[in-house]
């Protein structure tokens, strides 16, 4: 008996061909979204590390640092200064909230997987969603500074010595650094901060009921603003005005007359 049988093709060198290119293509994908997917794992693990130990972008929420900062500013905070230096009189810092500064926040109405991509962002710089829970303000006294306000032309005088605020304070003509009196001795570990448009600023002043007496701790400072960077026509580095501090001795150096006034005065 014989059966007809249709032998098997053999493959030609073509579909050899043809099926190694095909399998190069998909290997090719596969190292390329591998590649990309390490790429972009590396750049969120530098990016947050960045974040974490040198830089950190916020936004400006509120005009209590106009002129030298507009509502929705964005700025880059140095954030090497709280663990490698020290802060002085002049710097810009953005702290969190001492308590009770900032009004109780909403409960956040966004979905998870928008606050999740949210989050990611904020990894990359991207994003500032914690803006709203931070305070900016400019450092006036360091610990053991004597500060008052105001003297008889209504200026805040440091360890004794008077500071002329007129390069950075916005406030209408003729009016004193601050309508509201004070005299502190701020103490160890902790800093004074004024608002530069001083009359709309919730800064030290407004919170000397509060648990910390207007105090901002230093361990709650998240850093120095030092750029803006957006919108792009105010990109230009902050300045600090430490010329206006110039004259202020520290507060080891005032004589103990000073010093014995400035106990009695109590903050």
């Not at 200026?155 to 406030?171: A, F």
Request: include cysteine.
């Amino acid at each position: 008996m014989t059966t007809d049988q249709t032998p098997l093709a053999s493959p030609t060198p073509a579909d050899s061909d043809r099926r190694v290119r095909t399998g190069s293509r998909k290997r090719g994908w596969a190292s390329f979204l591998r590649d990309v997917l390490v790429i972009v794992l590396i750049a969120i693990v530098v990016s947050f590390l960045v974040k974490t130990f040198l830089v950190r972008s916020f936004y400006i929420p509120s005009g209590s640092m106009e002129n030298t900062l507009q509502v929705k500013d964005r700025i880059l905070v140095d954030e090497i200064t709280p663990r490698f230096g020290e802060y002085g009189r002049g710097d810009i810092v953005v702290f969190r909230d001492p308590g009770g500064w900032l009004p109780p926040a909403p409960p956040s109405d966004q979905p998870p997987v928008v606050q999740g991509i949210d989050w990611v962002l904020s990894l990359v710089g991207l994003s500032t969603s914690d803006s709203d829970d931070h305070l900016i303000k400019r450092i006036i006294g360091t610990p053991g500074d004597h500060v008052v306000c105001c003297n008889p032309i209504g200026q805040i005088t440091v360890n004794g010595v008077p500071i002329d605020e007129s390069s950075y304070l916005k406030v209408n003509t003729g009016d004193a650094a601050s309508a509201i009196p004070f005299d502190v001795t701020v103490p160890s570990g902790s800093l004074w901060v004024l608002g530069d448009n001083r009359n709309q600023s919730k800064d030290s002043r407004y919170n000397t009921e509060e648990p910390g007496r207007g105090f901002v701790p230093i361990e709650n400072v998240v850093g120095r603003a030092f750029l803006i960077t957006w919108p792009f026509d105010r990109f230009g580095m902050l300045d600090f005005h430490h010329e206006v501090f110039a004259g202020v001795p520290t507060a080891d150096a005032v004589p103990a007359a000073a010093d014995a006034t400035r106990a009695s005065a109590g903050p």
